[in-house]
């Protein structure tokens, strides 16, 4: 059997990684149980565990990170929600005074983490769609030494060439 060129291969493995990016949320409905979600999502990135018996799966949307889905299971492994967090909805119950676990567990994985020496903070920032439209990262500061939110930011992002405005 003739071996495929490293550049094909590359290709397709980059192909399939954008396609995995590309899960159609809208086929998941309440009810659908949990290995039937598996086998149209893929496994999820984080599994969360409740006190309850229910999961919280999560999705995050790609490199650009401009969608995370959240798909909450029962104890029965059954779907019960499905939810895009990664909007105002969201942004609005995110406080100062939160842990990260807390940030993490409202928002999902960070597009980018960072630290600022100056004011001895841990900075996660995610891209997101506002309106749908318009570009934007939110960014969390959280104090590095006690791992608390002080404070969130929003700022519009120029794809032109990738600053913000």
Not at 8 to 13: E, P, R, S
Not at 117 to 123: P, S
Not at 133 to 140: D, S, T
């Amino acid at each position: 059997m003739p071996k495929a060129p490293l550049g094909l291969l590359l290709l397709l493995l980059m192909l399939a990684a954008s396609l995995a990016g590309c899960a159609n949320f809208t086929a998941v409905s309440s009810g659908m149980p949990a290995q039937q979600v598996q086998a149209k999502l893929g496994a999820p990135e984080t599994v969360r565990k409740n006190a309850d018996g229910s999961e919280v799966w999560e999705y995050p949307g790609g490199p650009l990170g401009r969608q995370t889905y959240m798909v909450t299971l029962g104890s029965d492994h059954a779907v019960r929600e499905v939810h895009q967090v990664l909007n105002d909805e969201y942004f609005s119950r995110v406080r100062a005074g939160m842990s990260r676990d807390e940030v993490r567990r409202l928002l999902g994985r960070p597009r980018d983490i960072g630290f600022s020496d100056l004011n001895d903070e841990e900075i996660w920032s995610w891209r997101y769609r506002e309106w749908g439209v318009r570009n934007m990262e939110l960014y969390a500061q959280f104090d590095r030494p006690t791992g608390v939110l002080k404070k969130i930011t929003r700022f519009q992002v120029d794809t032109s060439d990738g600053k913000r405005q």
